[in-house]
Structures are given as structure tokens and as C-alpha cells.
């Protein structure tokens, strides 16, 4: 059993761990991910070459292959699953117990070097006819408080537009979405080539594009690290920011919470003095 001190090594340094363990004979990889949790083999697993980790995955129980897939990004997992056995790859889908199986069968639909392959089918989208304070409320109840751009959705779930976490934080809360909207929007088909969204004008403002099917129906985003992996830490769009200035807004939003929940605790005392 792995020592407390490697468990902490694999939670806080996971590419050089994954770098000592990949250089390992494949046997002994394979005896030490069976005893280590779950949460350290996806953690390994992310920063192996895709040939070592999907060997990894090859050798697990279907169970703890799910367990560790569920803890991957969408397009790592497909990745990873497209260089398993079809059978395998099936008992493994099979074994997730959450909904992020069907994102990741669409995404496995697609061929290896397309848009579809290498999109993110689980970023968040808005409706028109929400009101900015509604919009606020989802996002912040949402797992997807780092994304700055929301594509905004019609009846017939086409692209309609885009907004940004910032025009949100600062607009009316009584507005709709669809009035701040931004409509120069191109969409990315998902089976055109990967390499061909490398060029698109729109990541000079936007960090993720949409990808939509043949009847331009929206199914996913495309993020600027899937197209540009050598440059996602020097050249991504400025959207970073908006991470500080999202961590300002949650500090007032609990500020505000704390300060309602004391007003209200000294109103009850008061109401039962007067009593």
C-alpha cells in the first residue's frame, strides 16, 4: 500500500509523479494503480501519454475505469477510451453512474481529428428571455464559474449569440440576456478538420467557439486550448481576468449574505424583547 507521503506527492506534483510512474515497467504501473485511490490514478492517468494511460485503463476493474473517467475532462476521457478494445470501451461507458456518459458517446461519435472530437458538450449555454439576475443565479449555482462567454440559445437550440460574464455582472439585473447579446458570432461545423479552427478570427476576443451539426444546431464548445495547446498559458484571449474579477463579485455576494443573515438574527432578538 502506497505511504501516506506518496498519496500527498500524487495530489500536489501529479505531472512529475506521472512522469516516474510512466517510466515504471508496465506491470508494476499496473500493481501500484490497484492500490491507490481512485482520485490519485485519474490524477496519474491525466498527465500519462495517452498510450500509457489507456493501457492503465485497459488493466483496471470496469468499476474503478468509470470512477476514473468520471474525474476526467470530456475530451481526455475520449481520448483515452478511443484507444480501448470496442468491448472494453462499451463495459466501461456502461459502468458510469452519471449523466456524463451521453456527453461523452457524442463525442466519441465523432473521428479522431475533428471539431466534434476535441469539443466540450457540457459548457454552460442561456436563454434570451432570462433575466440578467436569473442568468447570475445559474451560473453561480453551476460547476462552470471560469467560463467567461455564455453562446446564447434559440427555440430550435440554434446559436443566436454571445455574452460575456462581464456584461452579466454589470448590466441591470432586471434586463434579459437577449439584450446584451452579441450576434457576430461564426459557428465551427463539428466534423471539419481540428486543424482548420486554428485559424478562425473570433479567437482574437472569444476563448471557446461553438460547434454546431449539420442542421446548426449547437452541441458543444470548442476551447481555445483544444486548437492552440502550445500557446493556452501565452497567447489565450483575455477572458483570464475575468477569474479575479469573478472572485470579487462571489467575496460581496457572501459579504451581502453574511450581512442580511446578521440583520435578520437582530431583528428576531428585538421581536422577542418586545414581547
Not at 62 to 74: F, G, M, P
Request: overall charge neutral.
Amino acid at each position: 500500500m502506497p505511504t501516506s507521503l506518496t498519496l500527498e506527492f500524487i495530489q500536489t506534483h501529479p505531472r512529475e509523479a506521472a512522469r516516474l510512474v510512466s517510466q515504471m515497467p508496465l506491470r508494476q504501473v499496473f500493481d501500484f494503480l490497484r492500490e491507490v485511490p481512485h482520485e490519485a490514478v485519474s490524477r496519474l492517468i491525466a498527465q500519462m501519454p495517452a498510450s500509457t494511460g489507456a493501457h492503465c485503463l485497459q488493466s483496471l476493474d470496469s468499476a474503478v475505469a468509470a470512477s476514473v473517467i468520471e474525474d476526467l475532462d470530456i475530451t481526455t476521457a475520449a481520448l483515452l477510451l478511443r484507444r480501448l478494445e470496442p468491448q472494453r470501451r462499451r463495459a466501461i461507458l456502461s459502468a458510469l453512474q452519471t449523466i456524463k456518459a451521453t456527453p461523452l458517446q457524442l463525442v466519441l461519435d465523432y473521428a479522431p481529428g475533428t471539431v466534434g472530437a476535441s469539443m466540450d458538450p457540457r459548457a454552460m449555454t442561456l436563454l434570451a428571455d432570462v433575466s440578467v439576475d436569473e442568468a447570475l443565479r445559474q451560473v453561480r449555482m453551476s460547476h462552470h464559474k471560469r467560463q467567461h462567454y455564455f453562446f446564447i440559445l434559440g427555440d430550435q437550440h440554434n446559436v443566436l449569440g454571445y455574452v460575456s460574464l462581464h456584461d452579466l455582472l454589470f448590466a441591470s439585473k432586471q434586463s434579459h440576456v437577449g439584450a446584451l447579446m452579441h450576434t457576430e458570432i461564426e459557428t465551427i461545423p463539428a466534423r471539419s478538420r481540428l486543424e482548420s479552427a486554428r485559424y478562425s478570427m473570433q479567437w482574437r476576443d472569444l476563448d471557446i467557439l461553438p460547434v454546431v451539426n449539420q442542421r446548426q444546431a449547437y452541441l458543444g464548445v470548442l476551447r481555445f486550448g483544444a486548437v492552440h495547446p502550445a500557446d493556452v498559458h501565452q497567447e489565450a484571449p483575455a477572458g483570464a481576468g475575468f477569474d479575479v474579477l469573478w472572485g470579487v463579485v462571489e467575496a460581496c455576494w457572501w459579504f451581502i449574505g453574511q450581512l442580511l443573515t446578521s440583520t435578520d438574527r437582530e431583528m428576531g432578538s428585538r421581536r422577542r424583547g418586545d414581547g
